[in-house]
């Protein structure tokens, strides 16, 4: 410290010389420093401190320490007290010294300083004892007892008011200055001044005064403006707490049993709450209940509610019941008795009334939610606030149109809240009063709908543009300030309001103002959260479902009307709760749907929305299963609900826009399941149906026009749908939805597949298939029938963009462009047409030209991107595009249909007439009606007339650039049904229909390069694994179109004059396929009818075949698909007898397999098998069904007729191994070096054919043929003996069949014998010749064997169990063919020598030739030599022409060469024919009667093979050059040494097959003449042989 320096011990001894004046100085220094007052204060007090201790110590005199002391003692005013305070200390500290000499020290300076310090000061101060030493005091006893009786005195005594002295007529005067009449001029402060006197005057006590102004301002509730300042003013007289303690006291007083505190008492309370004369915190503690008796009661409610729920789902018998209600009454009763009075809540009234909004909200807080405004005062006065603010927005904005509305006066009261002048007012005070009130805003309808129609104003301007961005945010806040409004203010009213569907109504007014996913989230909240908020809401939920219950339980079709209304009441309020409940009965019995759909008529707008939400949220339930517990088809919920969805989306005015969104978010999830809803809600809005059923007037109809569409296209007549389907284009449109699900349920078609359908059973995809692709086409329907023109073509993107950027299948990709390309073409000839007036059909026709070759110019461009450029080079885009993008429409006009709809309106015009009841008015109008539909209908046909017209023209000058046919016409059909036929005819039944007679259309306008036979023959070959392929409804419309082709087929094949006319001289029946350029004339290469009828023939037995096998799989689609494809075909097929029972006896088997297996399969199976049965009648036997020769008595003709493996079993084998090689081509290009030895045989082989035309006449050209065949069979017979020997049980039948066939191995050996002599006879032949020939032979059986084999295999497969039921032919093709192989021999050396300039080209040439080669041989009819000898002609031409494309070098010089060639050998074929005619006519005459009746077995068989019936019989590739004649006995050799192996497997087959074939007919008949037979044929031997072919040759 300064002053513990301040004073040296020098000081103290040299205190007089210069001590004394020191210390003065540093003290005056000390009290004149004034910045640092309380160091200033410290160091003074330290340098008296010191200076009064050396004193006691008695370093100092204690008179010299006044001295100075009394100097010091002016520096300062305060200068005593310190010194007091310095005394005090020393006082303490001396008096615990035992040392009395400084206690003396110090009472003596104490005693010298006295005149310096009060007495008073140092009474204060010091000890009692001190004092008394000091002689301040007497006693220091006495003096310590007053000080206490002063204290309690002063501080705990309470003081008596003696009543006695407070005088009643101060009081009575108070109340009268309280009472009087205060209108006038008298002011509070007036007022007060009179209360002060009276108090002072009458002794009044100041608490009580305060008492009665609280009383009196409780009677004149309305002087606010008076006693508020008056009791401010007297307040400052008080303490702060008195008046809170005196109101305390008040409400206090009312807290007895039922006690009731007036609400003036309140009013009063509030109002002082108001002006800040009390805290809430003071007076809220004299409040009761306590908060947590509150607490306690909310949480009983919450418990009652939730017992009250139970007691309402439980189920309770009659009895039972009844006794409940009565104790729920009486408890009710006992509960109304004594409702305890809350004052927290009266008080909270109360500061509502007022208008202080700060003091309600903190009471609120101290409450549970909801608690407060749960009570309806409360919640009232609360409203009436809300009123009041919101009055001014109100009748700016509100107030619609026409309505005066009563305005509301303002409080008068300017503490009250602010009004609200504009929206951004709202969110200060009243939102937050809102979300306050919550539900129990339903207390206040009319509060209720201000605020939606202030909702519904600021939506209107928060849509409007026209705001800044700082406006925009503060706009965006304002927005969720609403929607959070909604959802926890008024939707929960909605839900207590008593069915007041105005309100309903005008809270849509704002609903609809919202996008849907706002309003569907807040429906979500509203169904699933709030209820379980509030006690009082989670008994109306309980509620509602216990009366949808009731409701439900008694809904039936008969009482709609009354069940609709109270419906209709209750779902005014609880929509999504009833709902809810109706939509769980609809998923479980569909049969409500009706009924129900009937029954919602009287909702409001807002609960039609609100299903919608409903809907989609039980849709997307993710607990529900979508598919049966079977996993194969989907659950019926899920129907039931899509079902229902079409029902009420039609009926009703639903926004749709939801159920569309989440169709296409599931499509873009991969979930096709969904698309059912779509399904449904397109078929039942606009009419248009997808079913599979239709009967084929109904597509008759459908290719018609909208009208004819409409009338006879669908199953029930679906009216009125013309606001529905307007409905549904807006909302696709206005939410840019049409496209985009059109596009996801393309690319889903193979999602199904490849990623939905990973786990799924094959059945379900199938079905998911189907269902997606039948929505995209009904959808695709609809957006092109209801889509107006420029819609269409701004949505739709041009086609290589559809299929490129979003992957489309080019299927749905045409199918969606399609609509296009005719609206624009229709368009632009109109405006041609407004151009140029020419009238006549000529300009027409070309102004139609003109506007298809501007609209399809683009499209031919864009369509190439889709394919690669190879398949230009057979098929043009032109003809790509043109098959596309035409329909049925465009084809074909429904005459027949037409006319049947006309007809129908004739016959109901006529019951009109007839109709005595009805009333004349009515009958006009329908009559009229009927009229105009007539008229419609009529004048659509003619507009389809000339239309189809206008495209036959069009077409007949593009059809010569269609096909070019680059490579082969082989290949270009090819790719016609690859790219084209196939893909469009599964799309759908019409463009089934489509399909087949477009094929029928190309044939029709001679297109050039397109071969009908060919087309025909690929389509009706092999079905097996197209049918595979398919689904359900696709192997439907693959049935459809099957059996259009089957039509025309079946047309033709019925009349001869038909044939000619249609067929007879068009280029689609050439049997040579020149190369092109050249293009018919020669009538001997056109098919004529008879063989034409054999084709027939043998396209039935392939359908057969496939079918069988189909049937045979056991697999569960193959026998699906196979029965749904027959069924569809029944009309033409089959014809055939034999045919019909082979596919008879399988499909009865198939009955009895799968009856308690696979009970569909039953069903199916057993419908077809009834049909057939009922088609039996009109199947004719083969012999009737293409030419056979009459002597067929014997019994080999008789199971050769009647076998299933009967007639023409041509080249399906090939015609299959090529389809298959040709998909399979990367795979046999490995296989071309092995082959090319094959290859060039065999074109040697096909070149030399032509010339020869021996006596029997398709010998040469088959031997070439067969050759091929041999080696294929053999290679496959290899393979099915493998897998025969795996699977030996293959079919118990093929053993048991006849035995009768063990013997004829040896009699075929005879008539070996005889034929090999007549061979030589006829043909000597060098005996190098003889052994190239067998060279050759061997060659192409080694290789090509392994060529084929990969190809074959499936096939052979396919048919192993086929095989072993065949018929005897097979025997009877082997000996033709061993005769056939000598004569092929004969002609090498010719095949050689011409083919020699050429052997570049042999060698390079590719698989592919061969393959065409094959099957240009095969698939063409295959029966009669002729068409044989044209076909080898027509695949040496088509080898040519092949050559000149591969190899170009080569080109004109080897190809004039070869076409001379060509020449020479047709000549030289006609001279030879006429020789052998000569000669032929007269062995006729000469042994008429021995072919008529002795014509042993074998050679019968050989005539029949001649005709075609026997042909080139499959079974005639299993013959292998070791079973040929003596002649090549050296040969046999060769081969057994080579291939023993294949011998035996040969042998056994043939052994098996003569088993089976002869068992499938047997007749007694049968087994005498064979008997005969084989005696007389060892006598006819080698003559009859020659004589047979002779005559063969005649009939041929």
């Given amino acids: 410290m300064a002053a513990a320096g301040a004073l040296p011990a020098e000081w103290i001894k040299n205190w007089e010389k210069s001590g004394k004046s020191e210390f003065l100085q540093l003290c005056r220094t000390l009290s004149e420093n004034k910045s640092h007052e309380n160091v200033t204060f410290r160091d003074i007090q330290q340098a008296l401190y010191e200076l009064a201790n050396h004193v006691v110590k008695g370093n100092l005199k204690h008179d010299q320490a006044s001295n100075v002391l009394s100097d010091v003692i002016e520096f300062r005013d305060d200068m005593s007290s310190i010194l007091a305070d310095v005394f005090c200390i020393l006082d303490i500290e001396t008096s615990c010294l035992e040392e009395k000499s400084k206690r003396d020290h110090f009472t003596q300076l104490v005693l010298?300083?006295?005149?310096?310090?009060?007495?008073?000061?140092?009474?204060?101060?010091?000890?009692?004892?001190?004092?008394?030493?000091?002689?301040?005091?007497?006693?220091?006893?006495?003096?310590?007892?007053?000080?206490?009786?002063?204290?309690?005195?002063?501080?705990?005594?309470?003081?008596?008011?003696?009543?006695?002295?407070?005088?009643?007529?101060?009081?009575?005067?108070?109340?009268?200055?309280?009472?009087?009449?205060?209108?006038?001029?008298?002011?509070?402060?007036?007022?007060?001044?009179?209360?002060?006197?009276?108090?002072?005057?009458?002794?009044?006590?100041?608490?009580?005064?305060?008492?009665?102004?609280?009383?009196?301002?409780?009677?004149?509730?309305?002087?606010?403006?008076?006693?508020?300042?008056?009791?401010?003013?007297?307040?400052?007289?008080?303490?702060?707490?008195?008046?809170?303690?005196?109101?305390?006291?008040?409400?206090?007083?009312?807290?007895?049993?039922?006690?009731?505190?007036?609400?003036?008492?309140?009013?009063?309370?509030?109002?002082?709450?108001?002006?800040?004369?009390?805290?809430?915190?003071?007076?809220?503690?004299?409040?009761?209940?306590?908060?947590?008796?509150?607490?306690?009661?909310?949480?009983?409610?919450?418990?009652?509610?939730?017992?009250?729920?139970?007691?309402?789902?439980?189920?309770?018998?009659?009895?039972?019941?009844?006794?409940?209600?009565?104790?729920?009454?009486?408890?009710?009763?006992?509960?109304?008795?004594?409702?305890?009075?809350?004052?927290?809540?009266?008080?909270?009234?109360?500061?509502?009334?007022?208008?202080?909004?700060?003091?309600?909200?903190?009471?609120?807080?101290?409450?549970?939610?909801?608690?407060?405004?749960?009570?309806?005062?409360?919640?009232i006065a609360l409203c009436q606030l809300v009123h009041v603010t919101i009055e001014p927005l109100y009748?700016?904005?509100?107030?619609?149109?026409?309505?005066?509305?009563?305005?509301?006066?303002?409080?008068?009261?300017?503490?009250?809240?602010?009004?609200?002048?504009?929206?951004?007012?709202?969110?200060?005070?009243?939102?937050?009063?809102?979300?306050?009130?919550?539900?129990?805003?339903?207390?206040?309808?009319?509060?209720?709908?201000?605020?939606?129609?202030?909702?519904?104003?600021?939506?209107?301007?928060?849509?409007?543009?026209?705001?800044?961005?700082?406006?925009?945010?503060?706009?965006?806040?304002?927005?969720?300030?609403?929607?959070?409004?909604?959802?926890?203010?008024?939707?929960?009213?909605?839900?207590?309001?008593?069915?007041?569907?105005?309100?309903?109504?005008?809270?849509?007014?704002?609903?609809?103002?919202?996008?849907?996913?706002?309003?569907?989230?807040?429906?979500?909240?509203?169904?699933?959260?709030?209820?379980?908020?509030?006690?009082?809401?989670?008994?109306?939920?309980?509620?509602?479902?216990?009366?949808?219950?009731?409701?439900?339980?008694?809904?039936?079709?008969?009482?709609?009307?009354?069940?609709?209304?109270?419906?209709?009441?209750?779902?005014?309020?609880?929509?999504?709760?009833?709902?809810?409940?109706?939509?769980?009965?609809?998923?479980?019995?569909?049969?409500?749907?009706?009924?129900?759909?009937?029954?919602?008529?009287?909702?409001?707008?807002?609960?039609?929305?609100?299903?919608?939400?409903?809907?989609?949220?039980?849709?997307?339930?993710?607990?529900?299963?979508?598919?049966?517990?079977?996993?194969?088809?989907?659950?019926?919920?899920?129907?039931?609900?899509?079902?229902?969805?079409?029902?009420?989306?039609?009926?009703?005015?639903?926004?749709?826009?939801?159920?569309?969104?989440?169709?296409?978010?599931?499509?873009?999830?991969?979930?096709?399941?969904?698309?059912?809803?779509?399904?449904?809600?397109?078929?039942?809005?606009?009419?248009?149906?997808?079913?599979?059923?239709?009967?084929?007037?109904?597509?008759?109809?459908?290719?018609?026009?909208?009208?004819?569409?409409a009338e006879g296209g669908y199953f029930?007549?679906?009216?009125?749908?013309?606001?529905?389907?307007?409905?549904?284009?807006d909302a696709l449109l206005d939410h840019d939805l049409a496209l985009p699900l059109c596009l996801l349920m393309a690319q889903q078609r193979n999602g199904v597949i490849f990623q939905e359908g990973g786990e799924k059973h094959l059945k379900l995809v199938g079905k998911l298939y189907d269902q997606c692709h039948d929505t995209l086409v009904q959808f695709g329907g609809f957006l092109a029938s209801n889509l107006s023109t420029e819609d269409y073509i701004k949505r739709v993107p041009s086609i290589d963009v559809l299929c490129n950027e979003f992957h489309t299948p080019h299927d749905a990709a045409f199918f969606l462009s399609r609509p296009m390309y005719a609206h624009h073409i229709s368009s632009k000839y109109d405006e041609l047409k407004k151009a140029e007036k020419g009238n006549k059909q000529q300009h027409k026709v070309h102004k139609y030209i003109t506007s298809c070759e501007v609209v399809m110019a683009p499209v031919h461009d864009a369509v190439i991107s889709l394919h690669l450029p190879k398949v230009w080079d057979d098929i043009s885009p032109q003809f790509y595009a043109t098959f596309w993008s035409l329909t049925m429409y465009d084809l074909a006009v429904?005459?027949?249909?037409?006319?049947?709809?006309?007809?129908?309106?004739?016959?109901?015009?006529?019951?009109?007439?007839?109709?005595?009841?009805?009333?004349p008015n009515k009958k006009k109008k329908e009559k009229e009606r009927c009229t105009a539909l007539q008229d419609k209908l009529l004048e659509e046909e003619k507009k389809q007339l000339e239309h189809v017209q206008r495209v036959l023209q069009r077409l007949k000058l593009e059809k010569d650039n269609w096909l070019l046919a680059k490579s082969t016409k082989n290949e270009t059909i090819t790719k016609f049904l690859q790219l084209c036929i196939f893909p469009r005819c599964i799309f759908s039944a019409i463009d089934a229909v489509y399909c087949a007679h477009f094929v029928e259309l190309v044939h029709q306008q001679k297109t050039p390069n397109f071969s009908t036979l060919l087309c025909y023959?690929?389509?009706?070959?092999?079905?097996?694994?197209?049918?595979?392929?398919?689904?359900?409804?696709?192997?439907?419309?693959?049935?459809?179109?099957?059996?259009?082709?089957?039509?025309?087929?079946?047309?033709?094949?019925?009349?001869?004059?038909?044939?000619?006319?249609?067929?007879?001289?068009?280029?689609?029946?050439?049997?040579?396929?020149?190369?092109?350029?050249?293009?018919?004339?020669?009538?001997?290469?056109?098919?004529?009818?008879?063989?034409?009828?054999?084709?027939?023939?043998?396209?039935?037995?392939?359908?057969?075949?496939?079918?069988?096998?189909?049937?045979?799989?056991?697999?569960?689609?193959?026998?699906?698909?196979?029965?749904?494809?027959?069924?569809?075909?029944?009309?033409?097929?089959?014809?055939?007898?034999?045919?019909?029972?082979?596919?008879?006896?399988?499909?009865?088997?198939?009955?009895?397999?799968?009856?308690?297996?696979?009970?569909?399969?039953?069903?199916?199976?057993?419908?077809?098998?009834?049909?057939?049965?009922?088609?039996?009648?009109?199947?004719?036997?083969?012999?009737?069904?293409?030419?056979?020769?009459?002597?067929?008595r014997n019994a080999v003709a008789a199971t050769v007729q009647n076998g299933p493996g009967g007639a023409g079993l041509p080249a399906?084998?090939?015609?299959?191994?090529?389809?298959?090689?040709?998909?399979?081509?990367?795979?046999?290009?490995?296989?071309?070096?092995?082959?090319?030895?094959?290859?060039?045989?065999?074109?040697?082989?096909?070149?030399?054919?032509?010339?020869v035309t021996t006596s029997n006449g398709n010998s040469a050209s088959n031997s070439k043929i067969i050759k091929e065949k041999d080696d294929k069979e053999k290679s496959g017979k290899e393979k099915d003996k493998e897998k025969k020997e795996k699977t030996p049980a293959a079919i118990p039948e093929a053993k048991a069949l006849g035995k009768d066939g063990k013997d004829k191995p040896k009699e075929e050996r005879a008539n070996k014998d005889d034929k090999?002599?007549?061979?030589?006879?006829?043909?000597?032949?060098?005996?190098?010749?003889?052994?190239?020939?067998?060279?050759?032979?061997?060659?192409?059986?080694?290789?090509?064997?392994?060529?084929?084999?990969?190809?074959?295999?499936?096939?052979?497969?396919?048919?192993?169990?086929?095989?072993?039921?065949?018929?005897?032919?097979?025997d009877v093709a082997k000996d033709m063919k061993s005769k056939e192989n000598i004569k092929g021999g004969e002609k090498l050396s010719v095949a050689g020598s011409l083919k020699s300039p050429v052997p570049r080209s042999e060698t390079s040439e590719s698989e592919r030739e061969q393959k065409r080669r094959k099957v240009d041989t095969h698939s063409s009819p295959s029966h009669s030599s002729t068409v044989k000898d044209n076909l080898c002609e027509l695949k040496d031409s088509s080898a040519k022409h092949y050559i000149n494309h591969t190899t170009p070098a080569l080109s004109k010089s080897k190809e004039r060469e070869v076409d001379k060639k060509d020449l020479d050998k047709s000549r030289e074929r006609s001279r030879e024919r006429e020789k052998k005619d000569e000669k032929d006519r007269k062995d006729r005459k000469r042994d008429h009667s021995n072919s008529d009746r002795e014509v042993p077995q074998d050679s019968t068989k050989r005539r029949k093979e001649e005709n075609g019936t026997t042909g080139s019989s499959k079974h005639?590739?299993?013959?292998?050059?070791?079973?040929?004649?003596?002649?090549?006995?050296?040969?046999?050799?060769?081969?057994?040494?080579?291939?023993?192996?294949?011998?035996?497997?040969?042998?056994?087959?043939t052994e098996k097959m003569e088993k089976s074939s002869s068992g499938s007919k047997k007749e007694s008949r049968h087994d005498k003449e064979k008997t005969e037979k084989k005696e007389k044929r060892d006598s006819a031997g080698g003559k009859e042989e020659k004589k047979h072919h002779k005559s063969s040759d005649k009939h041929r």
């Fill in 395 to 709: 009748r700016r904005v509100g107030v619609p149109k026409g309505a005066k509305g009563s305005p509301i006066s303002n409080l008068q009261n300017k503490r009250a809240p602010k009004q609200a002048e504009s929206f951004e007012d709202l969110r200060k005070e009243v939102f937050n009063m809102l979300c306050y009130l919550g539900p129990h805003l339903s207390h206040d309808p009319i509060l209720f709908a201000k605020v939606v129609r202030l909702g519904k104003a600021f939506m209107k301007e928060f849509q409007s543009d026209g705001n800044k961005q700082e406006d925009k945010e503060k706009m965006e806040i304002l927005f969720s300030c609403l929607l959070n409004i909604t959802d926890q203010v008024l939707l929960p009213s909605l839900t207590l309001m008593d069915c007041n569907a105005c309100m309903s109504e005008e809270l849509w007014g704002m609903f609809k103002t919202f996008p849907y996913q706002y309003r569907y989230r807040l429906y979500g909240q509203w169904k699933n959260e709030t209820y379980n908020s509030h006690p009082l809401l989670v008994k109306v939920k309980a509620q509602t479902i216990d009366r949808a219950k009731y409701i439900m339980k008694r809904l039936t079709k008969e009482n709609v009307k009354p069940s609709g209304r109270q419906i209709g009441k209750l779902s005014h309020s609880n929509p999504t709760i009833l709902f809810d409940y109706i939509l769980s009965q609809i998923q479980k019995y569909d049969n409500l749907i009706t009924p129900v759909v009937d029954s919602l008529k009287y909702l409001t707008s807002l609960n039609y929305d609100v299903l919608a939400y409903c809907i989609i949220e039980a849709l997307a339930n993710p607990e529900k299963e979508r598919m049966k517990h079977d996993d194969t088809t989907i659950s019926s919920w899920l129907q039931s609900l899509a079902s229902f969805c079409g029902a009420v989306f039609r009926k009703y005015p639903i926004e749709l826009a939801g159920l569309l969104q989440y169709v296409a978010n599931q499509l873009k999830a991969g979930k096709s399941f969904d698309l059912l809803i779509l399904k449904e809600v397109v078929q039942k809005m606009a009419g248009i149906e997808i079913t599979e059923e239709m009967t084929m007037e109904q597509l008759e109809a459908m290719t018609g026009g909208e009208q004819l569409k």
């Fill in 716 to 729: 029930g007549q679906i009216r009125n749908t013309k606001k529905s389907s307007q409905r549904l284009k």
């Fill in 112 to 379: 010298a300083c006295l005149y310096l310090v009060s007495d008073t000061v140092l009474k204060e101060r010091l000890d009692p004892e001190t004092l008394e030493s000091l002689g301040l005091i007497k006693q220091s006893q006495q003096f310590n007892q007053k000080s206490v009786k002063i204290k309690t005195k002063l501080f705990y005594k309470q003081q008596k008011f003696n009543l006695l002295r407070e005088e009643n007529e101060g009081y009575a005067k108070l109340i009268a200055e309280l009472g009087q009449d205060l209108s006038g001029n008298i002011t509070s402060d007036l007022i007060l001044e009179n209360i002060k006197s009276l108090i002072g005057c009458f002794n009044l006590d100041p608490n009580r005064v305060l008492d009665i102004i609280l009383e009196v301002y409780e009677c004149r509730p309305e002087y606010d403006e008076f006693f508020v300042p008056l009791i401010e003013s007297y307040m400052y007289m008080c303490e702060p707490q008195t008046l809170c303690h005196i109101l305390g006291f008040k409400f206090k007083f009312y807290q007895e049993p039922n006690g009731e505190t007036p609400s003036s008492l309140y009013r009063v309370a509030a109002v002082l709450l108001q002006h800040n004369l009390i805290d809430l915190e003071d007076l809220y503690v004299h409040l009761l209940p306590v908060d947590n008796a509150i607490l306690e009661e909310h949480k009983r409610e919450i418990v009652e509610a939730k017992q009250i729920v139970r007691k309402l789902t439980m189920v309770v018998l009659s009895s039972e019941k009844t006794e409940e209600k009565e104790k729920e009454k009486d408890k009710e009763e006992e509960k109304t008795e004594k409702p305890p009075d809350n004052q927290k809540l009266g008080l909270l009234e109360a500061l509502l009334k007022v208008g202080d909004w700060q003091h309600a909200q903190s009471i609120m807080d101290q409450m549970p939610p909801f608690y407060a405004t749960s009570h309806k005062p409360i919640a």
């Fill in 1316 to 1370: 090999s002599r007549e061979t030589k006879e006829k043909t000597p032949k060098s005996d190098k010749e003889k052994e190239k020939a067998k060279k050759e032979e061997k060659t192409p059986k080694d290789e090509k064997s392994k060529t084929v084999v990969t190809n074959a295999e499936s096939k052979f497969a396919a048919e192993k169990e086929r095989e072993k039921e065949p018929s005897r032919e097979r």
């Fill in 1212 to 1251: 399906s084998l090939t015609i299959n191994a090529a389809k298959l090689e040709e998909s399979t081509a990367e795979e046999t290009d490995k296989l071309k070096e092995k082959t090319q030895g094959a290859v060039k045989v065999i074109n040697k082989a096909a070149n030399a054919t032509p010339k």
């Fill in 894 to 919: 429904p005459h027949n249909s037409y006319d049947r709809e006309v007809n129908k309106l004739k016959v109901q015009m006529k019951a009109i007439d007839d109709n005595q009841e009805m009333p």
């Fill in 1516 to 1549: 005639s590739k299993s013959e292998s050059p070791s079973d040929s004649p003596h002649s090549n006995e050296k040969e046999k050799e060769k081969n057994k040494s080579k291939s023993s192996g294949k011998e035996k497997g040969d042998s056994v087959k």
């Fill in 1017 to 1192: 023959d690929r389509v009706f070959s092999d079905i097996i694994y197209t049918v595979a392929s398919c689904t359900e409804n696709e192997a439907s419309r693959y049935g459809r179109f099957l059996c259009c082709m089957l039509e025309t087929v079946t047309r033709w094949h019925s009349d001869r004059n038909i044939y000619e006319k249609e067929c007879g001289n068009y280029p689609g029946f050439l049997t040579i396929l020149r190369a092109t350029g050249f293009d018919g004339g020669n009538k001997a290469d056109q098919l004529d009818y008879e063989n034409f009828r054999h084709v027939v023939h043998k396209w039935h037995y392939k359908l057969t075949k496939a079918s069988v096998h189909c049937l045979e799989t056991g697999e569960y689609t193959h026998i699906r698909n196979i029965l749904i494809v027959l069924t569809k075909i029944l009309p033409w097929y089959p014809k055939v007898l034999n045919l019909g029972q082979a596919l008879e006896r399988r499909v009865h088997k198939i009955c009895q397999e799968e009856k308690e297996k696979r009970p569909d399969l039953y069903a199916l199976a057993m419908g077809y098998s009834g049909q057939l049965k009922s088609r039996k009648p009109y199947m004719v036997p083969e012999n009737e069904f293409h030419h056979k020769d009459p002597p067929a």
